[in-house]
Structures are given as C-alpha cells and as structure tokens.
C-alpha cells in the first residue's frame, strides 16, 4: 500500500496524515478498585504487575499525543469504576512516555469492549496530535475560547481590591 492511499485510510477513520498510531494489547484483568475489598497486599500485587506490563509493553512516543485505553472483558464497568480499573495501566503507559499522567500533553481516554467469557486484557491506542497544539489548546479551541500565548496577555487593571495604600 502506497503512503499516500495509507493516509487516506487513515482520515477515513479521523487520523491525519503522517500522524503516527501505535497499537498494542496488554494482557491484564482488570477489576474495579472502587468496589474492591481485597485485602491491601493482593490489591498492591495487581496494581504492581498491571503498572509493569504495560510499562513493558508501551513504546516510545512523541508527545502530545491522544492515549485511548479500551478495558476486553465479557463485563461492564460504569464510568468512574472503569478510570479506577485502569488506573494502574495509565500510570505505567505514562512511565513509559517519560512523563507524570497528569501532564497536559497527553489526553486519556477510555472505552470498553466486551468479548468472550475468560479473555481480558486492555488495547491501547496511542495518536499523536499536532506538535503545536496541546489537548487542552484543542478543546478550547473546539469550544471557540481563545488561547493567549507570550506577550499577548491583557495588561493587568485595575480591581478595585488593593490601591496600593493602607488603610
């Protein structure tokens, strides 16, 4: 396949051109840590090897970049107690990328995928954005606010609060 018909695959399915997309499966079950009421040792294990796989598995990447983590089991999970099945594997995704999990040039995402009774696991689908937009610059810019950058920042007024004398 030519690069140039791979490209327009790929902003079929809303990927831009030349944008690289790294897929791969990390073979853990995960369970809500919301509900769980395993004692603090087997909890600390799961999270453990759940952190080292997907740390072992996740290559390199560009940063900013879109992390889209799809939870395989036969079961659902509701929103909040999917965030905290992943938690562990978000933390190891962010290790490999060199960076803390909270760094605004990385987007989360999460999904869930049902399939057969006793397979599991979480695909993971890293995207990455354009250089010079970070997430958060992108859904401000979705939401039509502006982004002021440098020496574009309003000069600082007047508040009516301090006016630089005691009283």
Known sequence: MSRAA???????????PGQ??????????????????DHWRVKAKRTKQHRRWAAALCPRHALPCVVTMTR??????DDDNLRSALKA?????????????????VRWEYGQAKCKRGEFGVRVTIMAL???????????????VSTLQGDERPAQ???????????
């Not at 594997?89 to 040039?105: C, Y």
């Not at 354009?130 to 039509?144: F, I, K, M, V, Y």
């Not at 007024?157 to 009283?167: A, K, S």
């Open 20 to 37: 690289p997309v790294v897929e791969f499966t990390v073979p853990v079950r995960t369970v809500s840590e919301a509900n769980g009421r």
């Open 72 to 77: 395989l089991s036969a079961g659902e999970l």
């Open 157 to 167: 007024g007047h508040t009516g609060r301090n006016r630089g004398g005691v009283r």
């Open 89 to 105: 594997v978000r933390d190891g995704i962010a290790d490999a990328l060199g960076v803390d999990d909270r760094d605004p040039r």
């Open 130 to 144: 354009e250089p010079r937009q970070t997430a958060q610059e992108a859904r401000l810019s979705a939401s039509g």
């Open 6 to 16: 791979a490209d327009a695959l790929m902003a079929v399915f809303g990927y831009g």
